[in-house]
């Protein structure tokens, strides 16, 4: 009898993932206070890395807790540049802020998945991308942000690699699901092992 796997997430995306691999799931949005919780992450020296699978942890365990016996997934992304986070815009003017600082320079995404099994974490895995980004103009990055303000305010560094954000790029390393914010192949891997899914 295969285990019920729930997603401690209210990413579309990363459901729209899980729906297209044929994964079953269920949807429990883990409310924590992220900011926080990075901002203390920060403060105590961890490494871009290991606040994403931080941020993941929390939001497993803090569903697992609710849910006995399943398999809860949490999940995170950070995007680093020259040693610094840079997390979702919180207006046009801090999404173009930041967009200026990561022009013409090379980034790292870091998505994490972490899967809780009462009260446990029982698998782990952080999926590395390396951007460089484009010496675009600041023209075309006023009216990229008019355009699209709505959707990238949503996106940790304020562009979207599967929208227009992807003409701010130059070379892009790594897997099109750690872009997305979730190693898929990584966590079919486990599922299968689990045997959630068959494979």
């Known amino acids: 009898?295969?285990?019920?796997?729930?997603?401690?997430?209210?990413?579309?995306?990363?459901?729209?993932?899980?729906?297209?691999?044929?994964?079953?799931?269920?949807?429990?949005?883990?409310?924590?206070?992220?900011?926080?919780?990075?901002?203390?992450?920060?403060?105590?020296?961890?490494?871009?890395?290991?606040?994403?699978?931080?941020?993941?942890?929390?939001?497993?365990?803090?569903?697992?807790?609710r849910n006995p016996g399943a398999l809860v997934l949490g999940c995170d992304q950070v995007l680093s540049c020259n040693g610094k986070l840079y997390s979702k815009p919180e207006s046009p003017e801090e999404s173009r802020a930041q967009l200026m600082e990561l022009r013409d320079q090379r980034l790292h995404l870091l998505s994490a998945a972490v899967i809780y099994e009462s009260g446990e974490p029982v698998w782990r895995h952080v999926g590395v991308a390396r951007l460089k980004m484009r010496a675009f103009s600041e023209a075309y990055l006023d009216d990229y942000i008019e355009r699209n303000w709505e959707s990238l305010r949503t996106s940790v560094g304020g562009f979207k690699l599967e929208e227009e954000g992807v003409r701010l790029?130059?070379?892009?390393?790594?897997?099109?699901?750690?872009?997305?914010?979730?190693?898929?192949?990584?966590?079919l891997g486990f599922l299968q092992v689990r045997g959630v899914i068959a494979g």
Do not use: N, W
């Not at 401690?8 to 206070?33: C, H, K, M, N, T």
């Open 1 to 65: 009898m295969s285990l019920p796997l729930v997603l401690a997430s209210g990413s579309q995306i990363r459901a729209e993932l899980l729906r297209a691999a044929g994964v079953p799931f269920g949807i429990e949005v883990a409310r924590v206070d992220e900011c926080s919780i990075r901002d203390s992450l920060l403060a105590e020296g961890a490494a871009p890395r290991d606040v994403a699978d931080a941020l993941a942890e929390y939001k497993a365990r803090k569903v697992s807790a």
């Open 169 to 187: 790029f130059a070379s892009i390393e790594g897997s099109h699901f750690t872009i997305l914010g979730l190693p898929l192949l990584e966590l």
